[in-house]
C-alpha cells in the first residue's frame, strides 16, 4: 500500500505542478500584456506632453527632436531610393509629382514655403510637420 500511495501522491504531485505550470504561464502572459499597456499609456503621457511643449528646451525635448531630424533623413532616402516624395504635411511617402497627398490629403502642388505656422528653426525639419 505503501507504494500506492507514494505513486499517488508523485501523481498528484506532477498534477499539481502541471496545474502551477500552466498558470504560471497564463498569469506571466497577463503580466506581459499589462506591462505592455502600462507602456503604452506611459508613451501616450510622453507624447502628449511633447505636444504640448514642443519648444521646451529640456534633454528629453532635444533627444526627440533629433530623432525626429533622423527620421525626417531616412525617409527622405527611403523615398529617393523608391522614386517617390515626402508629404511636408504628414510624413508619408507619397507618389513623385503627385498633386495631393493620398493620405491626408494635402496639396503639394506647391512647396510649402509661406504658410500659417512659421518655422522657426531651419536645422530642425520636424517643426513643419505638425498635424494639427
Ligand atoms: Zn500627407
Known amino acids: 500500500m505503501g507504494f500506492f500511495n ?3 501522491e508523485a501523481g498528484r504531485g506532477i498534477g499539481a505542478a502541471a ?5 504560471t504561464a497564463q498569469l506571466n502572459v497577463r ?7 502600462l507602456h503604452k499609456e506611459y508613451e501616450a ?3 502628449k506632453y511633447y505636444k504640448d511643449h514642443p519648444d521646451e ?3 528629453e525635448n532635444r533627444k526627440i527632436k533629433e530623432i525626429f531630424a533622423q527620421i525626417a533623413a531616412t525617409k527622405d532616402q527611403l523615398a529617393d531610393i523608391r522614386g517617390e516624395s515626402i508629404c ?3 510624413g508619408e511617402f507619397v507618389e513623385k509629382g503627385a498633386k495631393f497627398c493620398s493620405h491626408c490629403g494635402a496639396s503639394l502642388v506647391e512647396t510649402v514655403d509661406e504658410d500659417d505656422m512659421t518655422v522657426e528653426e531651419p536645422e ?4 513643419d510637420k ?3
Open 130 to 132: 505638425k498635424e494639427d
Open 6 to 8: 507514494t505513486l499517488e
Open 88 to 90: 511636408p504635411s504628414c
Open 57 to 59: 528646451d529640456t534633454p
Open 19 to 23: 496545474k502551477d505550470a500552466a498558470k
Open 124 to 127: 530642425t525639419k520636424t517643426e
Open 31 to 37: 503580466l506581459k500584456d499589462l506591462d505592455g499597456k
Open 45 to 47: 503621457i510622453g507624447q
